[in-house]
C-alpha cells in the first residue's frame, strides 16, 4: 500500500487486519483488476467498515473493476457502479464521487465547466466536423426577452442551442407573420399572451443560456417561423449545421417540452435526487446504476431513455461539439475531450463504436464511409416520429452536413453517387418495416401546424418506410479483410427525378451516380496516382482477401483515409473537407423514372423451409431468385397463399458478387456470381409503388420474356 493510502487508512477506524478493506480500497483508488468477494472469510465477515456495504449487496456477487469503473452486479439484475467520495478536507484525497443537493443543480460547475473547456481544449472542441460558417435565421435573446434576426448579428457571434422532446400537449409555433412582428418586440415573450404557452422547457433553457454566460439561444418551435415556408424549408436544411456551431447544446434526455428541466434553483421545480451512499469506515462511497457515457444516445443500449427513441433528436445529438445534458435528474458535460458528470465527476472518453464517433467518422471523411452511415441511417429510421412526414425534414440537416463526403447530395436519403446500389435496400432478416403514411395538409389534429417541406415519403426510399433497413449491401472500395462476400453495382439505365409523375423530359433532374460510373477508371493502373495515395504489393498483404475484377495486383493507402490502418482496392479522388466547404445543392422530389424491363414470375415460400424469404421461380427454370418482401404483411401473403402468387418485377440494376467458401482441402476459391437487383411493384394509375426488394439470376432473367416499360416510380 502507498504512502498517501497508508495515510488515509490511518484516519480511518478500519481495521487494519481486514482484507476485504483493504482489497476494496485499492479497488476503488487504483486501477487494480482483482474480485472482493464478501462471501470469503478472509475478507473479514465481521468488519464494521465494510458490512453497509457487504448488506447492500447482499454478498451474492464480487466487486471488480472493469476499465476505468468498478462495478457490482446487483441481486436486481442491474450493473452498479461504486465511487469513493472525494473528501475535500483530505489533500491529495484520492475520491471523485460528490454528495450532491438532493433539489438543486450546482449552477456553479456549469460555469467552471464551460471555463475548463474554452481554456484547456481549445480548437479540439472548435467545430471539429469542419462544419461551414452557418447564422440561424432567428435567435432568442434572453436578455431583451425576444427574438432577433441572425442577420443583425456578427456571424460568429456565440449561441447556445436546445435539443429536447416535445409533450403530449400542443406545442405553441409561429404561424402568423404578425405574431412574429410582436415577438421581436423587446419584453415580448414575457408580457405577449400566446397560445398554448411558451413551454417550460423554453423558459429553463432561457435561463441556463444566461448561466452560461451566452445572450441568445436557440429553440427550434420559437426560431424556425412556420409562417415563412420557404425559411423553415431553409433553416430545416441547415439544422445539423445550426447544432454544429452552437457555442453548448442543451439536452433533456428524460423530460419533456412541459416538465422542463427540474433543480434548477429559483427557476424550476426540486428535482428530487435520491442518491445511494453508503459509509465505509469514516469514508463514504456513492453508487448508481452503471450506464456508459459514451454510448448514452444509443438506442439499441439505452432503449428505456425516452430521448433515443424521437426521430428529431438523433441528428440533434450527433451535431453538437459540446453538450449540457440533463439526465437521471443530474448533470453532465460531453465534449471531444471530456466526460463530466455531477457525481462521478471524470468519466472515461474512450473513443471507438460511440454514436457520436460514428458519424464524426462520415461527416469528416474525405471519402464515401458506406458502412458507418447505413448503420446511421438505419438507426434513426427505427426512431419514432409524431408525424410520419417529418421522416425527412427530421434528418436533413444531418444529411447536408454527410454530403460533403459522398461526392453528390442525396435524394430521399439516398446518395445519388451510388444511387442505383442505394436503392436496393430492404430490411434485415427477420425484422419488417411500416408503410409510412402522410397526412393531407390541414388534416392534422394540431391544426395550427404547417406542414414542413420537403415532406414526401417515396415508396422507393426508406424514407417512406418505418424500420431498420440492411447495413450491408451497398458498394464500397475499402477493403474487409473479415469479410466473405464483396459485390459491385452497375447501372443498367439513367435515372431521373421530378415533382410530379407527368413530368415532361424537360422537367426531369438526371441523376449522375458518379462512384458507380468512375469506379473503372479508378481501377486502371495506367493511370498516374491521385495525389496522397501509396501503392503497395497486394501478395505482401496478410489475411484472406476477396478481390473485385480488375484488383488484387496491388492495394492502396491514404493518409487522410485512416493511414496504415485502412487499405483500398484502387485509388480515387479524395474530398478536401474544410469549413468552408459548403454541402451541395439538390432538389428533393418525390418520383422517378427511367427506362428498363419487367417480368412476371411466381413466389412461394423458400423451398429451404426458411419463413424470412420467398422464392422467386419461372415454370421454365425453377428457382432463380428471392425476393425480400418490407412488410410482415407482405410476406404472409406468400407464406399463407395455397398456390404460388404472381408478382411483378422491374429491373433496377446490375451487380457481380464476390463470394469466398472454403473447400475440403482446407483452401478457398471464389465464387463469382452476376444477378438483377429488381423490385416487386404495385401499379396504380401507370405509377409504381415499390413491395419489396429482389435478386433474379442475370442469364435467366434475360432469357424471361421481358417487357420494355417507361418506368414512374412513387
Known amino acids: 500500500m502507498n504512502t498517501s493510502t497508508s495515510f488515509i487508512f490511518s484516519l480511518q477506524t478500519m481495521e487494519d487486519s481486514c482484507l476485504g478493506c483493504k482489497k476494496l480500497w485499492d479497488l476503488l483508488t487504483r486501477e487494480l483488476s482483482e474480485l472482493i468477494d464478501f462471501n470469503d472469510s478472509s475478507a473479514g465477515n465481521n468488519c464494521s467498515s465494510h458490512i453497509p456495504l457487504a448488506q447492500w449487496i447482499d454478498a451474492k456477487h464480487p466487486i471488480f473493476r472493469a476499465g ?26 484520492p475520491g471523485k464521487g460528490r454528495i450532491l443537493d438532493p433539489d438543486w ?53 456565440p449561441y447556445i442551442a436546445l435539443s429536447y422532446r416535445c409533450g403530449a400537449s400542443r406545442q405553441f409555433r409561429i404561424t402568423e407573420e404578425s405574431t ?102 469514516t469514508e463514504r462511497i456513492v453508487a448508481r446504476p452503471f450506464y456508459d457515457p459514451r454510448e448514452m444516445f444509443a438506442p439499441q443500449i439505452y432503449p428505456s431513455i425516452p430521448y433515443n427513441g424521437r426521430g428529431w433528436t438523433y441528428q440533434e445529438s450527433l451535431m453538437p461539439c459540446r453538450k449540457l445534458i440533463f439526465y437521471e435528474k443530474m448533470i ?95 430490411p434485415p432478416i427477420g425484422s419488417y418495416m411500416r408503410r409510412r ?10 391544426h395550427d401546424r404547417v406542414q414542413l417541406t420537403p415532406c414526401g415519403l417515396p415508396s422507393w426510399s426508406w424514407i417512406g418506410w418505418k424500420g431498420r433497413f440492411n447495413e450491408s449491401r451497398w458498394d464500397t472500395a475499402l477493403i474487409d479483410e473479415y469479410s466473405d462476400t ?60 476477396v478481390y473485385p475484377d480488375g484488383c488484387g495486383q496491388f492495394i492502396f493507402k491514404h493518409n487522410a483515409l485512416g493511414g496504415q490502418s485502412k487499405r483500398w482496392y484502387y485509388p480515387f479522388p479524395v474530398a478536401d473537407i474544410s469549413a468552408s466547404t459548403a454541402p451541395p445543392a439538390g432538389a428533393q422530389t418525390a418520383y422517378l423514372f427511367c427506362k428498363t424491363h419487367k417480368a412476371r414470375l411466381q413466389a412461394r415460400e423458400a423451398v429451404d423451409g426458411s419463413r424470412f424469404r420467398i422464392d422467386l421461380f419461372d415454370a421454365k427454370y425453377g428457382s432463380i431468385g428471392s425476393l425480400h418482401p418490407s412488410t410482415w404483411k407482405h410476406l404472409m401473403l406468400f407464406l399463407e397463399a395455397p398456390e404460388p402468387v404472381a408478382v411483378e418485377l422491374v429491373a433496377i440494376s446490375r451487380f457481380k458478387s464476390y463470394e469466398r467458401q472454403l473447400r475440403t482441402d482446407s483452401g478457398s476459391r471464389v465464387l463469382i456470381s452476376e444477378k438483377m437487383a429488381v423490385l416487386s411493384v404495385l401499379w396504380e394509375n401507370g405509377i409504381a409503388y415499390r413491395l419489396g426488394y429482389g435478386e433474379v439470376q442475370k442469364e435467366k432473367w434475360e432469357e424471361l420474356p421481358l417487357e420494355p416499360i417507361d418506368l414512374v416510380l412513387g
Not at 462495478?71 to 467520495?85: E, P, Q
Not at 450546482?106 to 464551460?114: M, V
Not at 403514411?437 to 394540431?446: A, D, T
Open 180 to 281: 412574429l412582428t410582436k415577438l421581436r418586440i423587446p419584453n415580448s415573450l414575457n408580457t405577449l399572451e400566446v397560445s398554448p404557452p411558451i413551454s417550460p422547457m423554453i423558459r429553463h433553457a432561457m435561463h441556463l443560456t444566461t448561466v452560461l454566460g451566452k445572450r441568445f439561444l436557440w429553440a427550434d418551435v420559437l426560431c424556425i417561423p412556420h409562417c415563412y415556408r420557404e425559411v423553415a424549408a431553409e433553416q430545416l436544411r441547415l439544422m445539423g449545421a445550426i447544432y454544429a456551431h452552437a457555442f453548448i447544446t442543451i439536452i433533456a434526455m428524460d423530460t419533456d417540452s412541459e416538465e422542463g428541466i427540474p433543480g434548477i434553483r429559483g427557476i424550476s421545480d426540486s428535482r428530487q435526487l435520491k442518491q445511494k451512499v453508503i459509509p465505509f469506515g
Open 68 to 93: 476505468e469503473y468498478v462495478l457490482y452486479y446487483h441481486s436486481n439484475l442491474t450493473i452498479w457502479t461504486l465511487d469513493l467520495v472525494k473528501n475535500k478536507s483530505i489533500s491529495n484525497h
Open 486 to 545: 464483396i459485390r459491385e453495382t452497375f447501372p443498367i439505365t439513367n435515372w431521373f427525378t421530378a415533382q410530379s409523375p407527368t413530368a415532361t423530359n424537360s422537367k426531369r433532374r438526371p441523376i449522375f451516380p458518379t462512384w458507380l460510373t468512375d469506379r473503372e477508371g479508378y481501377k486502371d493502373l495506367s493511370k498516374p496516382l491521385p495525389p496522397g495515395w501509396t501503392r503497395h504489393d497486394a501478395s505482401e498483404q496478410g489475411g484472406s482477401i
Open 437 to 446: 403514411k402522410g397526412q393531407e395538409p390541414g388534416s392534422s389534429p394540431n
Open 332 to 426: 453532465i458535460w460531453e465534449c471531444s475531450c471530456s466526460f463530466l458528470e455531477e457525481e462521478m465527476g471524470t468519466l472515461p472518453n474512450n473513443s471507438g463504436s460511440t454514436e457520436r464517433d460514428v458519424y464524426r467518422r462520415v461527416a469528416s471523411a474525405h471519402s464515401p464511409d458506406m458502412s458507418a452511415l447505413i448503420h446511421m441511417l438505419s438507426d434513426f429510421n427505427d426512431r419514432e416520429l409524431s408525424y410520419d412526414e417529418d421522416a425527412l425534414p427530421a434528418i436533413t440537416g444531418m444529411l447536408s452536413v454527410v454530403s460533403r463526403s459522398m461526392g453528390g447530395s442525396f435524394l430521399y436519403g439516398l446518395p445519388e453517387s451510388i444511387f442505383d446500389s442505394a436503392l436496393g435496400w430492404y
Open 105 to 157: 443543480v450546482d449552477i456553479d460547475l456549469l460555469s467552471h465547466w464551460r471555463d475548463m473547456c474554452s481554456t484547456t481544449h481549445g480548437a479540439k472542441c472548435e467545430n471539429p466536423m469542419k462544419i461551414w460558417p452557418t447564422q440561424p435565421a432567428w435567435l432568442i435573446d434572453v436578455k431583451n426577452q425576444c427574438l432577433i434576426r441572425g442577420q443583425d448579428l456578427d456571424q460568429n457571434t
